[in-house]
């Protein structure tokens, strides 16, 4: 993260305003500076649990004794980021770089809270959609011109070129409605890449050969114009504890409810007696496009609806963001 932040401060790329702190006392007064609302973030990875909004000062002490006195996320979070608290609509969109040339790839919006009405702990993603329709191709210009092609070029100058799957979570901001870069993952990400293998119609394995080749200069990309939702279903107790070996039937009904539906495998299983078993957190994908959200929605609930695992649950409300703006 404080690397992430460090190239954008030398590169001019917006993001929000933040300092980096070792010392519990000095990253308390900073707050104290500052006021609430205000993010504090571990330095490293900690499983999607290292980012706190805090609300109140308290709540930002709090995470800060966490991560720098206790040191709950160990070395990940023995460095930490206080952040300015950004208000507006976050998306992610997604670039292919081969070094030295970024071809976008397409945007994408999930939903990270467990439950309905975005509540409860956060998740790996509990479904995506793509497009984002807040992602309009004036503010997709803006996110290649600002972030993503001065970040590549920063790399190469930096000496250390950057070959692979850009994913940029991006805040749109509510005042001024300009991107901001909040962090970057080099993934597809998981659920995004489902909504966009089910959109993009170009030969996947060849466009990530000419990454690696250096050649994406001369690529371009076709994508289906419709949308695409995956609905994920997880085993009860999921990001907590959950049982294992639990049995899922009737995907075979469930892939039948359209053409347009498809499930990916996250967590699963044949157990002895050939039965598909749970043995995930999240653990299937099920995925469908349509012409509008509305229809991929109607799909993707459709099959959800279809399969049988009553260990299973999923989210009644995806999509609430994008029908919004529909
Ligand atoms: N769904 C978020 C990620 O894969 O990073």
């Known amino acids: 993260m404080d690397f992430m932040k460090k190239l954008c401060d030398k590169y001019n790329i917006p993001t929000a305003k933040y300092q980096t702190f070792t010392d519990a006392a000095e990253a ?15 330095d490293g990875l900690a499983a999607g649990k290292g ?12 995470a800060i004794d966490s991560m720098l006195v206790e040191g709950s996320f160990g070395s990940a979070g023995s460095r930490v ?12 969109f997604f670039a292919l770089v081969d070094g030295e040339n970024a071809l976008p790839l397409e945007s994408a919006q999930d939903h990270k809270r467990v439950g309905d009405g975005d509540v409860g702990p956060n998740t790996g993603g509990m479904s995506a959609y793509s ?3 807040i992602v309009t191709d004036e503010l997709k210009r803006m996110v290649m011109e600002n972030l993503i092609i001065p970040t590549v070029k920063g790399m190469a100058a930096e000496g250390c070129k950057f070959v692979g799957v850009l994913y940029a979570g991006l805040m749109i901001e509510k005042k001024s409605g300009l991107p901001k870069l909040i962090e970057y993952n080099v993934r597809f990400g998981d659920p995004e890449c489902q909504v966009l293998m089910m959109r993009l119609e170009s030969d996947l394995a060849q466009v990530l ?20 939702m995956v609905v994920v279903m997880a085993s009860q107790g999921y990001p907590e504890s959950y049982m294992k ?33 749970a043995v995930g957190g999240r653990v299937l994908g099920v995925t469908a496009k349509g012409k509008d ?25 995806i999509g609430w963001r994008a029908l919004r703006h529909s």
Request: charged share 30%; hydrophobic share 45%.
């Open 28 to 42: 308390k007064k900073y707050v104290k500076h500052e006021g609430a609302p205000i993010v504090v973030k571990a």
């Open 51 to 62: 980012v706190v909004v805090a609300m109140t000062l308290d709540e930002a002490f709090e």
């Open 81 to 92: 980021i206080i952040e300015e608290f950004l208000e507006g609509e976050e998306a992610s």
């Open 131 to 133: 497009p984002a329709p």
């Open 209 to 228: 050969l000419s990454a690696c080749q250096g050649e994406l200069r001369n690529v371009s990309l076709s994508w289906s114009s419709k949308m695409a």
């Open 245 to 277: 070996g639990t049995v899922i039937k009737n995907l075979d009904k469930a892939e039948q409810v359209s053409p347009a539906v498809k499930i990916f495998h996250a967590g699963t299983a044949l157990d002895g007696d050939g039965n598909l078993v």
């Open 293 to 317: 959200i509305e229809e991929a929605r109607e799909r993707a609930y459709d099959a959800v609806d279809a399969v049988d695992w009553p260990e299973g649950f999923f989210r009644r409300d």
